[in-house]
């Protein structure tokens, strides 16, 4: 019999995105460390192979009132690579930070036109002093992915202010 509490201990982030892009075009942009550092990162290293070394760092991101949350500087593994399909990396903790689960998944699938590219990371904390973190890393990653999508549709970048989804998606909408 099911139990009666049926809160959930956990949360996770998950972001869509329709890319105008082949998906190896997707895949080759997520795992060379010269692409990375071309719309994402100030600096990357990457062994794009399972079991394979990723370290990026990011630059500090302004928004009005201030910086935004990022990553700063991570390191870990390439954990799933599929050509063309998946990219997963498994993050070591960052000094002082606890509550971040260790995987992010970006799946990417054929679309007409583009790719469908689908961004998770599982395990957040659902616990109420949980929701700055959780917060923090959900604007981070759509930042990322909402960066994405404007370099491979435009060949533009804005490595240093935050944006969205939306708005990377009013920008492309005519192109």
Same mark, same amino acid.
């Given at each position: 019999?099911? $139990?009666?509490?049926? /809160? +959930?201990?956990?949360?996770?982030? /998950? +972001?869509?995105?329709?890319?105008?892009?082949?998906?190896?075009?997707? =895949?080759?942009?997520?795992?060379?460390?010269?692409?990375?550092?071309?719309?994402?990162? $100030?600096?990357?290293?990457?062994?794009?192979?399972?079991? @394979?070394?990723?370290?990026?760092?990011?630059?500090?991101?302004?928004?009005? &009132?201030?910086?935004?949350? %990022?990553? &700063?500087? /991570?390191?870990?593994?390439?954990?799933?690579?599929?050509?063309?399909?998946?990219?997963?990396?498994?993050?070591?903790?960052?000094? @002082?930070?606890?509550?971040?689960?260790?995987?992010?998944?970006?799946?990417?699938?054929?679309?007409?036109?583009?790719?469908?590219?689908? +961004?998770?990371? $599982?395990?957040?904390?659902?616990?109420?002093?949980?929701?700055?973190? =959780?917060?923090? =890393?959900?604007?981070?990653?759509?930042? %990322?992915?909402?960066?994405?999508?404007?370099?491979?549709?435009?060949?533009?970048?804005?490595?240093?202010?935050?944006?969205?989804?939306?708005?990377?998606?009013?920008?492309?909408?005519?192109?």
């Amino acid at each position: 019999m099911p $139990s009666a509490d049926t /809160r +959930l201990t956990t949360r996770d982030i /998950r +972001l869509a995105a329709f890319i105008r892009a082949k998906p190896e075009l997707v =895949y080759r942009t997520l795992t060379s460390a010269r692409e990375l550092t071309r719309w994402w990162t $100030s600096g990357a290293e990457t062994d794009a192979r399972n079991a @394979g070394r990723v370290r990026m760092i990011w630059p500090k991101a302004r928004v009005r &009132g201030g910086r935004a949350p %990022g990553f &700063g500087e /991570r390191e870990g593994i390439f954990v799933d690579l599929e050509p063309a399909r998946k990219v997963a990396w498994l993050w070591k903790p960052a000094r @002082g930070e606890k509550g971040v689960p260790p995987l992010t998944s970006i799946f990417v699938l054929p679309a007409r036109g583009g790719s469908e590219v689908t +961004l998770l990371q $599982s395990g957040f904390s659902a616990a109420a002093d949980a929701d700055r973190l =959780y917060q923090d =890393y959900a604007v981070a990653w759509e930042d %990322g992915l909402a960066k994405l999508k404007l370099y491979l549709e435009t060949g533009r970048t804005c490595k240093t202010e935050t944006v969205d989804l939306e708005a990377v998606s009013i920008l492309t909408r005519s192109r």
